[in-house]
């Protein structure tokens, strides 16, 4: 009799007996949208995001563990160093979530386990996010609103939350897939090398998009100009350059600027207030 009981005790941690804990797409979507409300709101040197992680884990984990021994000991996993890119980053809270939902009915996932995931793949997917969501999505989509709103329209000022709209839906999406795909999987996509090619392909497009607002946006002539001779016949400064290659000056300054930001840092706001005192000191002398 003992033997003809074995096998049911053997599916009694499987997906389809009632007993087994299972997380539904709502509860992974209350996380998903802590997640991306906290990501960079608790922010600390010592452990930079993880209390926002912990956060938007812990409506899942109470779900999944009954014991307060059992809970305890999930939170307090989720307190160690944790910082990676906000939306590119919840797949990692897809695979966590996994694990964990493993780990509280089958036991069989160790502790180490689930940090060891963590802390492998934030660096990467904080790369894949900052070059794609950063440097890529971002630029393009302010700098349609930029156009708009410099031929007067209204519209340019909508425009910035189609960043905030496409990368929610953008994380969501990559969310539920870290938690289908699971932790194998999404190691294998990291060492298949389409992503290295993905990272590529956006860093190329991000550079011609920089290259073109360059061109239309940066404005910068110099109006001196110097009589020949003692003549009327003048010679501009601005026709000289000109005549040497079309938007010159513009693009010296947008590779000043670049170098600035590359031997400085990166301090946007140093450069803001340098441009601005720049323009102001050189329209007074009449430079500009």
């Not at 492998?120 to 156009?147: C, E, H, N, Q, R």
């Amino acid at each position: 009799m003992s033997n003809s009981a074995q096998p049911l005790k053997d599916v009694s941690f499987t997906e389809k007996n009632p007993e087994y804990i299972k997380l539904t797409k709502f509860d992974l979507l209350k996380s998903y949208v802590l997640w991306y409300i906290v990501c960079e709101v608790s922010n600390s040197f010592e452990r930079m995001q993880s209390l926002a992680f912990c956060a938007s884990m812990s409506p899942a984990l109470k779900k999944l563990y009954k014991t307060e021994e059992g809970l305890s000991e999930a939170l307090t996993r989720h307190l160690v160093f944790f910082n990676s890119q906000g939306i590119w980053g919840s797949i990692i809270h897809g695979i966590t979530l996994a694990m964990e939902e493993q780990k509280a009915n089958k036991k069989d996932v160790p502790d180490n386990a689930i940090t060891g995931v963590k802390t492998g793949l934030m660096g990467p997917f904080a790369g894949i996010g900052d070059t794609i969501d950063w440097g890529t999505l971002k630029p393009i989509i302010f700098a349609l609103a930029a156009s708009f709103a410099a031929l007067g329209s209204p519209i340019g000022a909508f425009i910035p939350f189609l960043f905030a709209i496409i990368t929610f839906f953008e994380g969501y999406f990559l969310f539920n897939l870290g938690y289908s795909v699971g932790r194998e999987s999404v190691t294998s996509i990291l060492q298949s090398g389409w992503i290295k090619e993905l990272i590529t392909g956006a860093s190329i497009l991000g550079l011609f998009m920089m290259g073109a607002l360059s061109a239309k946006f940066v404005s910068l002539e110099i109006p001196i100009a110097f009589n020949l001779s003692g003549g009327e016949e003048q010679l501009a400064i601005q026709d000289l350059l000109n005549s040497i290659a079309p938007g010159l000056l513009p693009l010296a300054l947008t590779f000043a600027i670049y170098w600035y930001l590359i031997k400085k840092g990166f301090k946007i706001t140093h450069v803001l207030i340098l441009i601005i005192a720049m323009s102001l000191i050189g329209s007074l002398i009449g430079l500009f």
